[in-house]
C-alpha cells in the first residue's frame, strides 16, 4: 500500500512500507531518463540517502545510494539551476524550486525513509545476534553431551542460513 507519493521534477518518488519506486512517467522524467522502467529500491538494500531541501529560490533533491552505487554530483543551482548530470542521474529526483509544498513533504518523506533504513539495519545485527546465542546455546548443550555433533552441526547449518 502506497504511503507517500512526491512529484518531482524529473519523475515521482513512490513510497511504500518495504520499498520506495522511482518512476519517470513525468514529461521531463522521460526527457532526463528516456523509456526506462522503474526503479525500485527496498529499504534493507540501501545505504543512505542524500538530502537537499529545496528553498524559495534554489532546488533540492533526494538521492538513494546502495552498495556500489556510482558517485554522481548534484549541482542543485541557485534560481532552480539544475545540472544535467543531476537530472540523468536514475537514482536521484530533483525537488523544484518555487513550490511552498515541496520543502515539507519531502522532508517528511526523507525522515520517513531514514527511519525504515535503521528499522531493516536494527533489525539484521538483532537476528546475526540472536543466531549467534542460539549456536553458543546449542554448543553448550554439546559439551554437556545432551545432543550430538551432527545434532549440532545440523542446528548450526540451520541458523547459519
Excluded: H
Excluded at 4 to 27: E, H, P
Excluded at 135 to 141: A, G, S, W
Aim: charged letters at 30%; glycine letters at 6%.
Amino acid at each position: 500500500m502506497e504511503i507517500f507519493q512526491l512529484k518531482c521534477t524529473n519523475g515521482m518518488l513512490l513510497v511504500y512500507n518495504d520499498r520506495i519506486v522511482i518512476s519517470r512517467n513525468t514529461a521531463l522524467g522521460f526527457v532526463s531518463q528516456g523509456l526506462k522502467g522503474d526503479r525500485t529500491f527496498f529499504y534493507k538494500d540501501l545505504t543512505s540517502i542524500e538530502y537537499k531541501k529545496p528553498s524559495i529560490w534554489a532546488n533540492g533533491y533526494i538521492k538513494f545510494l546502495t552498495s556500489g552505487t556510482i558517485e554522481t554530483k548534484q549541482n542543485i543551482g541557485f534560481l532552480g539551476n539544475t545540472t544535467l548530470e543531476a537530472a540523468k542521474d536514475p537514482n536521484t529526483l530533483i525537488l523544484r524550486a518555487f513550490n511552498k509544498e515541496i520543502p515539507k513533504k519531502s522532508e517528511e518523506i526523507y525522515n520517513f525513509i531514514l527511519k525504515k533504513i535503521e528499522e531493516y539495519k536494527t533489525n539484521i545485527i538483532q537476528t546475526n545476534i540472536s543466531n549467534a546465542d542460539e549456536i553458543m546455546k546449542f554448543k553448550k548443550l554439546l559439551d554437556e553431551g545432551i545432543i550430538t555433533q551432527e545434532e549440532f552441526e545440523k542446528k548450526k547449518k540451520e541458523l547459519l542460513k
